[in-house]
């Protein structure tokens, strides 16, 4: 498992990191944000758009997965990367979060989570076991452990339960992983830390997953209804307390300025629903904040989303075309500014990379936020 993340660059001011991934599909150079594909699709967009905007890694959803098509369809088709079309790098999430998500319909127990499928009602078991065997079957470059994450504000003492229960699940997840070969051939298993907002628990979780030997890992718990200040000192909390040498991965978030933030922190990977989701109700992203494009004043600007972004969409279209297309309800709206925001994203991603090989990442985060949030880069 050495040698397969290795740092290339140091922030002087901040614990901010410049790093490359290597994976069975590629390398991923780090910081680096990855598009959600929940369900084997970016929503609205095709494998070759994705990769055209600068996407070096997808999610995927063990969860969703399994249940529909259902992961031996998969493996059986090639594997997920064959089934959708998409030649780079996986990381499928291994359900646990469901278990926060879909609560009314779940039971933890200290084998697993019982789950009663969203879809059908459906009786689904997801323990260490059955989170390794179908993210296998999906042939997933980065598998994540299952975990148990605790609701905000939760009490200490259910907190620390769910810290024991994490440690346990994932030191079995490695077992399998290691026991079946998955680690041998190449592909990587992270593991997740919890402790919701008691630093002592965040340090115990990091340590304990840290002595286990994983070859990346999660800060998750972050971003379930905490402010945003709690959420950063969460962060906080738990980046120093993993390996230096492994990747580290914030879970589900979260908007530009807080993933700059977060990498001021030490964190390298980031995933969020925000840039499709507000694309399919008409928002966009800017230099200046998020706007509307259902805004009148649109109407007639004939100026491009983001001048100078190098898109599609903003190559080749008006803020009043794609006001039009949203107005009028055309699908087309919403894939142009999936792609939009998805690139804004990545583009971000790309400056941080840029700015930490320059060695002045902090002067360039902080002015780079302070224009997002005051609306002058719009």
């Known amino acids: 498992m050495s040698g397969h993340f290795t740092l290339l660059a140091k922030d002087g001011a901040t614990e901010a990191r410049r790093g490359r991934l290597k994976t069975l599909h590629g390398e991923i150079e780090t910081p680096i944000f990855m ?28 969860y969703h997965l399994n249940l529909r098509p259902g992961s031996e369809l998969i493996r059986e088709a090639g594997g997920l990367h064959s089934f959708m079309g998409w030649k780079g790098p996986i990381l499928t999430d291994s359900g646990g979060f469901q278990a926060f998500s879909l609560a009314k319909l779940s039971t933890l127990t200290d084998e697993g989570v019982a789950f009663q499928s ?78 919701s907002s ?30 945003e200040p709690e959420m950063l000192e969460q962060v906080a909390a738990t980046t120093p307390f993993l390996p230096e040498d492994k990747p580290r991965y914030t ?80 699908m087309l709206g919403c894939t142009l500014l999936t792609m939009h925001n998805l690139h804004f994203y990545l583009d971000l991603m790309a400056q941080a990379r840029a700015r930490l090989e320059e060695g002045d990442f902090a002067s360039w985060s902080a002015a780079w936020i302070e224009r997002y949030e005051s609306g002058e880069g719009e």
């Open 118 to 195: 969203h879809l059908d009602g459906a009786k689904v078991f997801l323990g260490p076991r059955e989170v390794m065997g179908i993210q296998a079957n999906l042939g997933s470059d980065i598998a994540m452990v299952i975990d148990e994450c605790p609701p905000w504000p939760c009490e200490e003492a259910a907190c620390e339960r769910a810290v024991e229960r994490t440690t346990r699940w994932a030191r079995v997840c490695r077992e399998i992983a290691s026991d079946s070969g998955f680690l041998d051939t190449g592909h990587h298993v992270f593991a997740i830390a919890q402790g």
């Open 251 to 330: 879970m589900g978030l979260g908007t530009p300025p807080q993933m700059l933030k977060m990498i001021g922190l030490g964190v390298d990977m980031f995933d969020c629903v925000l840039p499709s989701r507000v694309a399919r109700n008409g928002a966009f992203f800017t230099p200046g904040g998020m706007l509307s494009i259902r805004n009148a004043r649109f109407a007639k600007d004939l100026s491009p989303l983001v001048d100078g972004l190098d898109n599609y969409a903003c190559r080749n279209f008006t803020r009043a075309y794609l006001r039009h297309l949203i107005m009028a309800k055309e």
């Open 35 to 62: 598009p959600v594909g929940t369900q084997g699709t970016v929503k609205g967009l095709t494998p070759a758009q994705v990769e055209e905007i600068g996407a070096q890694v997808i999610l995927g959803n063990t």
């Open 198 to 227: 008691y630093e002592r628990l965040r340090r115990r979780s990091a340590e304990e997953l840290a002595a286990l030997d994983f070859p990346g890992y999660a800060v998750g718990g972050v971003s379930v209804g905490e402010p």
